[in-house]
């Protein structure tokens, strides 16, 4: 699909991530609309032009809302990005006890409930949608798993269930959307410098990096943001779970 002038929705593209994939898109040429519960206001154009909505990916109501005004200001999405999400880490038997329930509720709420939450209501619109070239393509849907998602750590049990969550949902997704023409494929990023990542301690980021086979760093946003790019642009990229993690294998 040619990204130019065409609307993009990217969730949790205030920071990290989703925000490189924002600019990125926005190069190309999109519309962009960012979903992001972090902003304190609703509805505003930030410095480099892309529309910003307060939203809470958990909420049917908070997304249709946001959905509205995304269509309203560039005209109906064909191209979904979800990178919303948070961070946790915790022992299910930890020094002070056993696990809140809600905390691994929380986790897989926004980051698994919440990516479904916005697939499928974007998809309510796209599959409506014109065809935009002979394969009869409407739209694409980039998901956000991970390598914990596939080889999960001590300590990030609920993270772990969550993305690989996404990561079951890519090949169940693209088969039912292709009667639609909406192509859907997930990313499995390793370790990304985001602000997500340095939550995490100097020791544990320091043990992490050493693992990493090559190049021997953290991943850059845009990295992400340009196979971002290249999945919208190939249609042949569809029901695939993508590394993108320097031939990391976490231990």
Same mark, same amino acid.
């Given at each position: =699909?040619?990204?130019?002038?065409?609307?993009?929705?990217?969730?949790?593209?205030?920071?990290?991530? @989703?925000?490189?994939?924002?600019?990125?898109?926005?190069?190309?040429?999109?519309?962009?609309?960012?979903?992001?519960?972090?902003? %304190?206001?609703?509805?505003?154009?930030? /410095?480099?032009?892309?529309?910003?909505?307060?939203?809470?990916?958990? #909420?049917?109501?908070?997304?249709?809302?946001?959905?509205?005004?995304?269509?309203?200001?560039?005209?109906?999405?064909?191209?979904?990005?979800?990178?919303?999400?948070?961070?946790?880490?915790? &022992?299910?038997?930890? &020094?002070?006890?056993?696990?809140?329930?809600?905390?691994?509720?929380?986790?897989? /709420?926004?980051?698994?409930?919440?990516?479904?939450?916005?697939? &499928?209501?974007?998809?309510?619109?796209?599959?409506?949608?014109?065809?935009?070239?002979?394969?009869?393509?409407?739209?694409?849907?980039?998901?956000? #798993?991970?390598?914990?998602?596939?080889?999960?750590?001590? @300590?990030?049990? #609920?993270?772990?269930?969550? %993305?690989?969550?996404?990561?079951? =949902?890519?090949?169940?997704?693209? &088969?039912?959307?292709?009667?639609?023409?909406?192509?859907?494929?997930?990313?499995?990023?390793?370790?990304?410098?985001?602000? =997500?990542? #340095?939550?995490?301690?100097? %020791?544990?980021?320091?043990?992490? %990096?050493?693992?990493?086979?090559?190049?021997?760093?953290?991943?850059?946003? /845009?990295?992400?943001?340009?196979?971002?790019?290249?999945?919208?642009?190939?249609?042949?990229?569809?029901?695939?779970?993508?590394?993108?993690?320097?031939?990391?294998?976490?231990?």
């Amino acid at each position: =699909m040619d990204i130019s002038d065409h609307a993009a929705i990217v969730t949790g593209g205030a920071s990290g991530l @989703g925000r490189a994939t924002a600019l990125r898109l926005q190069k190309a040429g999109a519309q962009v609309a960012v979903f992001d519960l972090s902003f %304190k206001d609703h509805n505003i154009i930030d /410095d480099d032009g892309i529309l910003c909505l307060r939203v809470d990916v958990t #909420s049917e109501e908070s997304v249709m809302n946001a959905l509205a005004s995304a269509t309203a200001a560039h005209g109906p999405a064909r191209i979904l990005i979800n990178c919303a999400g948070i961070l946790e880490s915790q &022992r299910v038997l930890g &020094r002070d006890g056993v696990m809140p329930l809600a905390n691994f509720r929380r986790l897989v /709420d926004v980051h698994l409930v919440g990516t479904f939450n916005v697939i &499928r209501l974007f998809a309510d619109v796209a599959h409506n949608l014109d065809p935009v070239n002979a394969d009869g393509e409407r739209g694409v849907i980039i998901n956000t #798993s991970s390598v914990a998602g596939l080889e999960g750590q001590i @300590g990030a049990v #609920s993270y772990s269930a969550a %993305k690989a969550g996404i990561a079951g =949902m890519t090949l169940p997704l693209a &088969r039912e959307m292709a009667r639609e023409g909406i192509r859907v494929v997930a990313i499995a990023p390793g370790m990304f410098g985001t602000p =997500m990542v #340095s939550g995490l301690s100097d %020791k544990a980021q320091d043990r992490i %990096k050493a693992d990493i086979p090559f190049p021997n760093r953290m991943g850059k946003p /845009d990295e992400f943001a340009n196979l971002v790019q290249q999945i919208c642009e190939n249609p042949m990229l569809n029901g695939e779970i993508i590394r993108l993690d320097a031939a990391i294998r976490m231990s």
